[in-house]
Every structure is written in structure tokens, then in C-alpha cells.
């Protein structure tokens, strides 16, 4: 075991914890005590969430969907732009008129952006009515801090500096029983100079291969029919390990477990994405045939600037091989418009590059500094309103791909786990190239968690419609 990983005695500490606010809490509330739990930002938060959520429920919350009937709030937060910082804080200001009428109801906040001093520090001094702030290496210690906070009525701040840790065997409340999120390392080495995530989630560590692909057994013994393995650059999944083993042989091993299911995967990087994970993808039958390959800039000057360490040569060459053995791929990306420095005829070459792949979709953002990467500090003269005219230039491309692509799939049949109905009737679940396909169908309850054959008949310009084939 390495010493990332948080003693088995610890968490056993942690469980006596568990008991004891357990204990507290039935003495002081009749019934069963609620908490509201709101998660911000990426896949990685939201599986933080379902441990945290794990603990909860240990220690006898049950869930609310009701901020006014919540004994417990807590925000787990993303600091990855301004915008969702101010709506963190836009919606923790709201939370102090909710303590004013019921002061014993614990505020709690953690995850990504507890983890930067100056918004810990913000949080200590203009808002006080928060009994509970956590970073991201201390989440295992929940059980613990609640206890502190319900027993001395003292604000606790456990915000510790770490390169990160991996606690294993935590509870996992899952939000979905049919589509599960499955972590395979955490934190991030790449530095990319415009990203918080390296400074607020610590250095990559890959959990051990065993211990996930044993998770992934149970997760398929349980029903569950999607998995989508989860990290900032799982292409660079098990270098750290004392007995390394690649991204692509772990894909080997879960696409080995039996039963019928299949497998996403999320985040690659594309300079650590290699021609043998491809070939591992096509020969996977559960590997979903979609892969998604942030490329932030077409221009090889700004990915430098951005320290992404590939040029748009490697990263189209990497496409066309994935295309060359994967037909039928579908490619999604994330995509970076004004970044310091970057240029109208820059930017044109993020535009071709569009063009050039063929997105089924993309994640578009606009630079926004965060305090503490190298890209805050630099030049930046292109105004927001320029920077706004661009990013509107570039979606009206991908909106154009977007309908072309999703146009060609009329009258092929996708193989589509069921996810939920909408209002309107229509069932809804996505292709394996991760498109939204709705449906109508008669029996709802007995498609929904199942995959079923869907025959697609309409394209709209990002989803399709289509007929249900089967439902078994
Ligand atoms: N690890 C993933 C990305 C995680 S963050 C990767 O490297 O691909 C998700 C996306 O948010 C990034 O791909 C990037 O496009 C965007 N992003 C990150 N920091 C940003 C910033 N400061 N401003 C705008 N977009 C940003
Ligand atoms: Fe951020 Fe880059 Fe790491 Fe992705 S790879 S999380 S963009 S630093
Ligand atoms: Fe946000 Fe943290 Fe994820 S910054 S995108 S929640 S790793």
C-alpha cells in the first residue's frame, strides 16, 4: 500500500465518528435528519459527492431535495472558471436568511474551490452563517468535522495543503442504479497554464488497478449497465503505481468482466494518447465507440502557451488514426477561445480545426483567469466583447457540424441504455457515440436502466429521434 493511501485505521476512525453524530443527532431531531447536497462542476466532484452523500447516509441522514427542509446544506464546489465561482457564491449568500430562521441547520462547503486560500479566507470573514468548510485531501474526514461542528457549535475550517491522498473502501451512495461514475485516479500533473485543477486536487494518483476492476465486477453484479471511468488524463492512468500498468490494459480488464454493460472513459489528454489505446478501443466491444479528446487550440503558439504539450499536427494525426480504426467514432472536445495573447488569425485555426475533425460536440469556454495559474498574469488585450464575437463565430461552425453529423445517422439503429422520460412522454438515453436519442415508448418503467434498440428517424440539429425497435 502506498502512503497516499489513508490507513485502513483511520477510516475505521472515521466510522466510530459516523456512530457518534449519529447518536447526536437522534437525541436532537425527531424523525430522520435531512440533508441537501448540491454538487458543482465535473464527473470527479459529482463521484466525490456520491462518498460524500456515502457518509451521510452512515450517519443516518437520509436526502432532501429542499434547501427550507434540510438540517444539513452542503455546496461540493468547482473553481474551474469566475462564472461558476460567482454562482457559488451568489447561492451561499442566499443561505443566510435559511440560518437565520433555523440556526441549527449546519452549512457545509467543500471541494475545489475551498481548496484556493483567498476564497477560504472570504468565506472565514463576509460569510459567517458557514459552520463547515473542507478541502479536497479531507473529504474521508467528514464524519469527524460534522461531529466537531454539531458538538462545540464552532465554525470548523480543515482545509490542509497535500499532494492528495486516495481512501479507499469509503460508502458510495450513487445517484444513478443503472449508470455508474468510477474514479481511476485523482489530481493532475499537467500544469496547463490557464487550469486551477493541478493547484486544488494534488498530483496524479492512480487508484490501485485491482481495487477498480474489482469495483467495476461488483458494479456489474449490481445491475449497473454503463460505467464511465473517471479522470483529469486517464491516458496517463498507472505510470505512478509501483507496478505500473497502462490506461489501455486496465480497459482490457474491465472490458473482460462478463455481463452487459458498457464502458466510457473520461478524461484523455491528448498528448498522452497513444495508437495502442486506440487499438485497444476498437477491439473492445464495450468500450463506447465515442471518445473525448480536449484540444483547447488549433494554433500550435497558443497550445504552447497553454503548456498542452502536443501540436495540432499530433493531436489531427491521433484523430485520423482513431477514425482510420474506429469508422464509426464519434469525437467530442473542449475547446479555449481568447486565451491571453491569442489572435483573430489564431483563432482561425481553432475554427479549421473544427471543420477538419468533424465534432459530434464540443464544450466551448472563454478564458477566464484564475488566480495563481501563470495565465493570469499574462498580457491579455482582446477585449470580452471581441472575445464574445469569436466564440459566437465558433459555435455557429459546430452547430452547422453538429446537424450534419447527427443528420447521417438517420436510419441506422443505435444500441441506447434508457435513461429517464421527459414531461412530453419521450424516453431519452444517449448513442453510444454519445448523442441524446428520444423515443416514444409505451412502457416507460420497464425500458428504463435496459438497453434498447432504437431506430433513429429525425435528426434535430444536436439530438436525434427515434423508433423503438425492441424492448427487451
Ligand atoms: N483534464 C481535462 C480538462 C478538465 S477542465 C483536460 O485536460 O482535457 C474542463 C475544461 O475546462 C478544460 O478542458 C478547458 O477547456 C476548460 N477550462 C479549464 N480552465 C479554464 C479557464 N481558466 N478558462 C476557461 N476554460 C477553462
Ligand atoms: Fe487542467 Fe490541463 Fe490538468 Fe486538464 S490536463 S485538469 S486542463 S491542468
Ligand atoms: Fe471544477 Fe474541480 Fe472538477 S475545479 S471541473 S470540480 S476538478
Redesign the pocket.
Known sequence: MSEKTVAQAELQRQKNYAEMVHTVLSARISGEPKAFVHTYG?QGNVADSERIKGMLSEMGYTFTESEDEADLILFNTCA??EHAEDRVFGNVGALKSKKKRNPGCVIALCGCMMQQSQVAERIKNSYRFVDLVFGTHVVHKLPEMLYKVLCTGSRVFELPKSDGVIAEGLPVSRDSSFKAWLPIMYG?N?F?S????PYVRGRERSRDPETVVNEARELVKQGYKEITLLG??VNSYGKDLPNPITFSELLKRINDIEGDFIIRFM?S?PKDCTHELLDTMASCEKAARHLHL?F?SGNNRVLKEMNRRYTREKYLELVEYAKEKMPDISLTS???VGFPGETYEEFQDTVSLIREVGFTSL?T????P?EGTPAYSMDDPVSAEEKGKWFREMLKVQEEIAGERTAKLVGTTAKVLAEEQDEKGYVSGRTGGNVIIRFKCDNPEKVIGNFVNVKVTNALTWIVEGELINDN
Open positions: 465535473c474551474i472558471r493532475c499537467n496547463c490557464y487550469c486551477i485543477v483529469q488524463n478524461t489528454h480536449p483547447q473542449d475547446v479555449i464544450f469556454f472563454i478564458f477566464s484564475r
